[in-house]
Every structure is written in C-alpha cells, then in structure tokens.
C-alpha cells in the first residue's frame, strides 16, 4: 500500500523558519514527481513547490510567493520530499499537502496526496 507521510510544520512567528518532510512508502513503487501544495482557509490549494528528476538534474518549479524564501530538495533514495520554509509570513499559513506521483507494477502512475499538515505564521 502506498502511503505518503508528512512531518513537519506547526506554529511560527513572522521572520521565522520551518521545514516540512514527507516520505514516501510501498512495495517497489517509483516515485516521479514530488510537490508541496498549500490550503488556506477559504481558498483553493495551489502548489508551492514541485520537484523532479531529470537527465540534467532536478527540475523546479516554485511558486513567485516563495521564490527566495522557500527551498525543496528530494533524497531519491529514501523517497522523501524536503520544503524548507524561511523568512515565513503571514500568508504563508495554511495547511500543506504532500503531493507525490508515484508508479507501481499493479497501478501505473497514479497521484497521492498526504493528509496534510498546518502551517501558521503569527506576527
């Protein structure tokens, strides 16, 4: 069974950093692409973050709210996703998803989604 797990997150202050990791898990399963999307409330999710793995290395895409402040990186071998979060602010608090398309042998490329995990940022 697939199973995307995040950690991470929590409350800070304005200024301030976070990280959020997630790991992918399952029998022989290939991860592709990994993506960090946000919620906030009242609003639709919108990706942060995607990464993934190319000839020429890994590929990003960022959203313009967090270029210069917001890192992702992959550990290919343990099939995690890293977002580290700097300089946070205010509108950076929502809940954050895990977003991972991941193949199997019995289901082809299909797209999971973590349970999600809160971010707030306070003055």
């Known amino acids: 069974q697939v199973q995307l797990v995040e950690s991470g997150g929590g409350l800070a202050q304005a200024g301030e950093s976070a990280r959020l990791d997630c790991a992918a898990s399952?029998?022989?399963?290939?991860?592709?692409?990994m993506a960090w999307y946000r919620q906030a409330p009242g609003k639709q999710r919108e990706l942060v973050a995607s990464?993934?793995?190319?000839?020429?290395?890994?590929?990003?895409d960022m959203a313009d709210s967090a270029k210069g402040r917001f890192t992702i990186s992959r550990d290919y071998r343990k099939n995690t996703v890293t977002l580290q979060m700097n300089n946070l602010r205010i509108a950076d608090t929502g809940a954050y998803f895990c977003?991972?398309?991941?193949?199997?042998?019995?289901?082809?490329?299909?797209?999971?989604w973590g349970q999600g995990t809160q971010v707030t940022v306070s003055s």
């Open positions: 977003n991972a398309n991941i193949w199997t042998r019995t289901t082809g490329s299909i797209e999971y």
């Open positions: 990464i993934h793995q190319t000839l020429n290395g890994d590929n990003i």
């Open positions: 399952g029998d022989n399963i290939i991860v592709n692409r």
